[in-house]
């Protein structure tokens, strides 16, 4: 069973810094591209950043200069490097990849999966 398992997330004073991961676990052929998502209380779910499988990035204007999205394909490990928080990026932080993988039978497919979320908490 492939699954994504985030950790990083935590309390932080306005003006610090924290860095997430996400990492794959189980058996995939490829990675394609790999979003970090964030939902804050009564609100929407949100996309922070991308990052495509040839490494280029984008990201929400909200989080623009202060966020970097980054990935290790040898680890199959992807990051968020949040710095100057503020308390407005208070949310549960969730990774999302699109992966290959392979059934039993030896088809591929395409899958879509989450990761369990990790909660950042910026106090001012």
């Not at 680890?75 to 710095?83: A, D, F, G």
């Not at 992966?99 to 899958?111: I, K, S």
Request: glycine fraction near 12%; charged fraction near 15%.
């Amino acid at each position: 069973q492939v699954q994504l398992v985030e950790s990083g997330g935590g309390l932080v004073q306005a003006g610090g810094s924290l860095k997430l991961s996400c990492v794959v676990s189980g058996s995939i052929v490829s990675i394609n591209n790999m979003d970090w998502y964030r939902q804050a209380p009564g609100k929407q779910r949100e996309l922070v950043a991308a990052i495509t499988s040839g490494g280029s990035a984008n990201y929400a204007d909200s989080v623009k200069g202060r966020f970097t999205i980054s990935r290790d394909n040898a680890k199959n490990t992807m990051y968020l490097q949040m710095n100057s928080l503020k308390p407005e990026d208070t949310a549960v932080y969730y990774c999302h990849h699109n992966v290959g993988v392979f059934t039993p039978l030896g088809a591929y497919r395409d899958l879509e999966i989450w990761g369990q979320g990790t909660l950042v908490t910026v106090s001012s």
